[in-house]
């Protein structure tokens, strides 16, 4: 168990539709990051907060948001869902998100969209 | 554009021996290297990891060299044990851009430990 908690494991929605995806990181960690894993891809770097703030952009599409929140939890908004963004979402933490961290993942979101 | 690849999608090795896994990467800029294990409906668990200022790491059965001329790093498990058949993924930071840590991730290889 890495302490770093996800919800919900999974999600079945529809095309068009919004969700999101929840993520409370390890205990003392300041930052958190967001990955995709889809089939056809490895895990793909999404975006970092850092304390609140967005520290670093991957690619993430337009109509993908997040926001870290005081209590340094994190969510991810998924709207206008389309097929393809069926996949695995992980969150990830990390103490400071600085250089030559280590960063330890969460059991990750599986979205399947119909 | 890959930056970090895993040539081999998967690997069988009998148990009691070595498993050798193996990362390629082509950004120069990159200066930790990662190894995370994964089971399937489970999220990535940390290994080991490498910075560029060395080119040997060992924890306990768990070794990665790196050899940053050839741009390859590699992962080895001795002895080799049937609870270690998961995916395997190498990971690389890069110095610059910034203060991000943001992983770049190779395609994993399927380790398969035989008993």
């Known amino acids: 168990d890495s302490g770093v908690t996800q919800t919900p494991k999974h999600l079945i929605t529809a095309t068009g539709q919004r969700v999101t995806l929840r993520c409370s990181p390890r205990?003392?960690?300041?930052?958190v990051y967001w990955y995709q894993q889809s089939l056809d891809q490895g895990l793909q770097f999404l975006i970092q907060?850092?304390?609140?703030?967005?520290?670093a952009k991957g690619n993430i599409l337009e109509r993908f948001s997040a926001q870290q929140f005081p209590d340094l939890h994190s969510e991810l908004n998924l709207s206008s869902l389309e097929l393809g963004d069926s996949a695995l979402y992980f969150c990830?933490?990390?103490?400071?998100?600085?250089?030559?961290?280590?960063?330890?993942f969460g059991p990750g979101t599986r979205l399947l969209v119909l | 554009d890959q930056q970090v690849k895993q040539n081999s999608p998967s690997l069988s090795v009998q148990e009691g021996r070595i498993s050798i896994l193996n990362c390629d990467y082509t950004n120069s800029m990159f200066d930790y290297f990662l190894w995370y294990k994964k089971y399937p409906a489970e999220g990535p668990t940390f290994l080991i990891s490498?910075?560029?200022?060395?080119d040997k790491n060992e924890d306990g059965r768990f070794t990665v060299f790196l050899n940053k001329s050839a741009k390859h790093l590699s992962l080895h498990i001795v002895p080799s044990q049937p609870g270690d058949s998961a995916v395997y993924f190498c990971a690389a930071s890069a110095r610059g851009g910034g203060a991000t840590n943001k992983l770049i991730f190779g395609t994993g290889t399927l380790l398969a430990v035989q008993p």
């Open positions: 990830a933490s990390s103490v400071y998100g600085g250089r030559q961290e280590t960063q330890y």
């Open positions: 205990s003392g960690d300041l930052s």
């Open positions: 907060y850092y304390n609140g703030e967005e520290r």
């Open positions: 490498i910075s560029s200022i060395k």
